[in-house]
């Protein structure tokens, strides 16, 4: 599955995509913001998007709603990992379409445990 | 404008006194009285004029010098929060140095027995191939090989348990670089109102700084002491509240 991180802190980047090569997902590329973001997404053939909320240039939220808008990206499942957690912003992004929501700071179970959670829905909704 | 009242208030004056000579030496004595009172009342209404005038001045000195209410909001929350933020940012910054020295030195301990342990099997294993190694030494060796395995798999899943550990104990510098960017924030502001504070006392007030919409920012980690009250307590609260939404 390839899967893309977008965090303006490398720091970030790094250590959600070595969790992900623990859980087996080993093909992720990486973007600073939105503005990076998009074009891969739009040219790559990603399966998967992880995205942080706070971020110069495009935020998190305004990249979830130009995947959605996008008639090629429509589906694609996005996880924002943040630590934004303000009720209100929570619910936006859910209602942008947001298919799972990490606060930071989070643990490695937590990461899988949504992952999981995210497929598990994808797949029932395709039988 | 302000001359203009001046030169009307003594021309009106200068009339007036021409008018109180003539009366007086006509004898017309109760023209004189009103007019010398016209005189009073002329002076009293000049002086009235210019004390509203300066009052308006003060008032708008005064309500310049407050330079919006943002100095005085900075002044009274944003410093003190920000100094909560800086002091959240220490205690972050020690609780992930705290958790990487910690499993750094639970996971040297390991590392050194199993390079021991191996060491020693490894110039074994020379004597074997050697063919110096008697048949009951090669038993005991035996055994050893297959404790090594055991213990040293075992050792091997704790160290990889602490490396992981070290990786999560990095996430503090997304979230303190975060609070720190929103000091920087705030000592820009703080700098570019002093600035305007400067340039009025010199008397030539900048115009005012684009008033700041804090609405527009995002609220970004939260700090003990300063969550927003609208904000979640941790993952199980964003998840019962994604339930609401059927996640």
């Known amino acids: 599955m390839k899967i893309l991180i977008v965090d303006d802190f490398s720091t970030m980047r790094r250590i959600i995509k070595n969790l992900l ?12 913001d939105g503005n990076k973001a998009l074009p891969m997404l739009k040219a790559g053939a990603y399966e998967f998007l992880i995205t942080d909320w706070n971020m110069p240039g495009m935020t998190g939220i305004e990249l979830l709603k130009n995947v959605r808008a996008d008639p090629n990206l429509v589906t694609l499942p996005v996880l924002m990992v943040t630590a934004e957690q303000k009720r209100e912003q929570i619910v936006e992004a859910a209602e942008a379409g947001v298919n799972g929501y990490i606060v930071k700071p989070f643990t490695a179970t937590t990461l899988k445990e949504k992952i999981d959670k995210i497929f598990e829905r994808i797949n029932a909704t395709k039988i | 404008m302000e001359q203009n009242e001046a030169v009307d208030y003594q021309v009106a004056r200068l009339n007036l006194a021409r008018d109180l000579v003539s009366a007086l030496e006509q004898d017309r004595h109760d023209d004189a009285d009103i007019i010398l009172l016209n005189m ?74 199993l390079i021991e342990v191996s060491g020693v099997l490894a110039m074994e294993w020379n004597r074997f191939i050697k063919k110096e190694m008697k048949p009951e030494e090669f038993k005991e060796f035996g055994k050893r090989v297959g404790g090594y395995f055991s213990s040293g798999n075992n050792d091997i899943v704790s160290v990889e348990t602490h ?7 990095q996430d503090f510098q997304d979230l303190t670089g975060q609070i720190i960017k929103k000091v920087i924030k705030l000592v820009d502001e703080v700098e570019k109102n002093l600035v305007n504070l400067i340039k009025l006392a010199g008397g030539k007030r900048a115009p005012t700084a684009a008033e700041k919409s804090k609405e527009d920012e995002l609220a970004g980690p939260q700090v003990p002491g300063l969550e927003s009250s609208t904000a979640v307590k941790g993952q199980d609260e964003v998840d019962a509240l994604l339930a609401s939404f059927g996640f």
Do not use: W
């Open chain 1, 21 to 32: 090569r623990d859980l087996g997902y080993g093909n992720v590329d990486e973007a600073d």
């Open chain 2, 163 to 169: 490396l992981k550990d070290i990786l999560m104990a």
């Open chain 2, 40 to 113: 009073a009342g002329l002076r009293e209404s000049y002086l009235f004029q210019e004390l509203g005038k300066l009052t308006r001045e003060l008032h708008e000195a005064l309500k310049n010098f407050m330079l919006d209410d943002r100095i005085a909001s900075m002044a009274v929350e944003d410093i003190p929060d920000a100094r909560v933020r800086l002091e959240r940012v220490i205690d972050m910054t020690d609780q992930s140095a705290t958790r990487t020295l910690n499993a750094v030195e639970a996971a040297l301990p390991l590392c050194a027995s």
